[in-house]
């Protein structure tokens, strides 16, 4: 998958692809990333890429052609969709990212300041992506998030085809819990159906374990999800199981 990111911080995006699964996606050819720099396509000798805004107010805004410059640069080499990462745009979720993954090109645009002309959205723009309600200096990040959501989805990014499947909200749900060696660790023991060999038993616990993490931490996938009837059954008995631990204390 090609990435293209249009930022004035080209060597903060460039790390994305210097370590971890990413690193080694970009190394084995399954991901490529170029930047795009919108001070390359200033026209004035200080490079200016920002400007007041009209109407007053604090802060400064990106300018409009720095922008469409770099932007319909990257996209002669790219014609990949152009994704704005803003505060305004669709929450990223997995299944937003499945949608994006079939793209196989992005160009991604990064805002500074107090963001960017509105008329760049307007000609060039053709989604804008949240990922989450806070607010960051810029867009950078948010472009390195989905960078790394996708290339998890890519086939042969992980080290095991299942990863992926496994993870949370892969099918709506938060993951369930993991252990690894010792057995005890501070007193507290790894559970006895992991240690049993019968793997029935242990996709059923981590079943259950996975629509009761979600019951506790994030309802409202519940909600948005609809159970099946043996997916009912291992939630109610982790409600009771819940219910009952609780009574004991």
């Not at 867009?139 to 085809?161: F, K, N, S, Y």
């Amino acid at each position: 998958m090609q990435f293209d990111v249009v930022t004035l911080f080209p060597e903060l995006v460039d790390a994305v692809v210097r370590c971890g699964i990413t690193g080694r996606a970009a190394e084995r050819g399954l991901i490529s990333l170029e930047l795009w720099n919108p001070r390359d396509y200033a026209v004035d000798v200080h490079r200016t890429v920002d400007g007041r805004p009209y109407g007053g107010g604090p802060g400064m805004v990106m300018t409009g052609e720095c922008l469409l410059q770099a932007i319909r640069a990257a996209r002669q080499k790219n014609p990949g969709k152009v994704v704005y990462l803003s505060p305004q745009g669709l929450p990223l979720s997995q299944s937003l990212a499945h949608d994006l993954l079939i793209e196989n090109s992005l160009i991604l645009l990064c805002g500074r300041y107090e963001g960017i002309d509105e008329r760049v959205i307007k000609l060039e723009v053709d989604m804008e992506c949240s990922i989450g309600d806070y607010v960051l200096s810029g867009g950078e990040l948010g472009a390195m998030v989905l960078i790394d959501v996708l290339t998890r989805l890519l086939p042969g990014a992980l080290g095991h085809h299942e990863s992926a499947a496994q993870d949370s909200f892969f099918d709506g749900l938060l993951d369930c819990p993991h252990y690894t060696r010792p057995d005890i660790l501070e007193g507290y023991e790894v559970p006895m159906v992991l240690k049993s060999g019968n793997h029935a038993e242990i996709a059923r616990w981590r079943k259950k374990q996975a629509l009761g993490k979600t019951w506790r931490c994030r309802p409202e996938l519940l909600q948005a999800r609809q159970l099946t009837s043996s997916e009912r059954v291992l939630l109610d008995e982790y409600i009771n199981e819940f219910e009952s631990s609780k009574k004991l204390y």
